[in-house]
T-cell receptor, first 115, second 113 residues
Framework: DTAVSQTPKYLVTQMGNDKSIKCEQN?????MYWYKQDSKKFLKIMFS???????INETVPNRFSPKSPDKAHLNLHINSLELGDSAVYFC??????????????FGAGTRLSVL | EDQVTQSPEALRLQEGESSSLNCSYT??????LFWYRQDPGKGPEFLFT???AGEEKEKERLKATLTKKESFLHITAPKPEDSATYLC??????????????FGKGTHLIIQP
């Protein structure tokens, strides 16, 4: 009954390939996010989605595209992978209101290695 | 642009030795300051959120405080299981409704038995 789940946990691929990472949350939250944690462990926001509407895009290359089939899912597609894309990618979700407003809950992460 | 600076980068304590972690921030319209704990190979785990200066929250051996410029995470009589990286993050009003968190680089805490 994991609240925010990501698959796969590890992803090893060659440069130039296209890959996807899936994220699902069973918390009933309205907003979902993707973060990138680089080799220096620095977490940085990439995207957020609220009711299927993209509301953040922080200078992320257009090779990265989030896709949300429904409120509980936000998948990350990456085209033409580059060496610099190697990192840990975290999915998160948050409610809009209530006592837990704006608190983001994270998945366990997907470690992407581009060879 | 929102900014978060955490210090120290790393801290090694003996079990039972209390200390504090610092988080300095600049933000346009603070909507919340958040503390997370991250264990190796895992995602950040939510600890506290603080919304206004003067607010304090406690959980077991941890206590978080907030001023207009910084937050402290006080650790009282820590145990080895408190070893982790502690992340501070802010959420501001920038970007016309943007909801992403701006994180600091974290403090890597090691508690020795």
């Amino acid at each position: 009954d994991t609240a925010v789940s990501q698959t796969p946990k590890y992803l090893v691929t060659q440069m130039g390939n296209d890959k996807s990472i899936k994220c699902e949350q069973n918390l009933g939250h309205d907003t979902m996010y993707w973060y990138k944690q680089d080799s220096k462990k620095f977490l940085k926001i990439m995207f957020s989605y609220n009711n299927k509407e993209l509301i953040i895009n922080e200078t992320v290359p257009n090779r990265f595209s989030p896709k949300s089939p429904d409120k509980a899912h936000l998948n990350l597609h990456i085209n033409s992978l580059e060496l610099g894309d190697s990192a840990v990618y975290f999915c998160a979700s948050s409610p809009r209101g209530g006592r837990s407003k704006n608190i983001q809950y994270f998945g366990a992460g997907t470690r992407l290695s581009v060879l | 642009e929102d900014q978060v600076t955490q210090s120290p980068e790393a801290l090694r304590l003996q079990e039972g030795e209390s200390s504090s972690l610092n988080c300095s921030y600049t933000v346009s319209g603070l909507r919340g300051l958040f503390w997370y704990r991250q264990d190796p190979g895992k995602g950040p785990e939510f600890l506290f959120t603080l919304y206004s200066a003067g607010e304090e929250k406690e959980k077991e051996r941890l206590k978080a405080t907030l001023t207009k410029k910084e937050s402290f995470l006080h650790i009282t009589a820590p145990k080895p299981e408190d070893s982790a990286t502690y992340l501070c993050a802010v959420q501001g009003d920038s970007g016309g409704g943007a909801d992403g968190l701006t994180f600091g680089k974290g403090t890597h805490l090691i508690i020795q038995p």
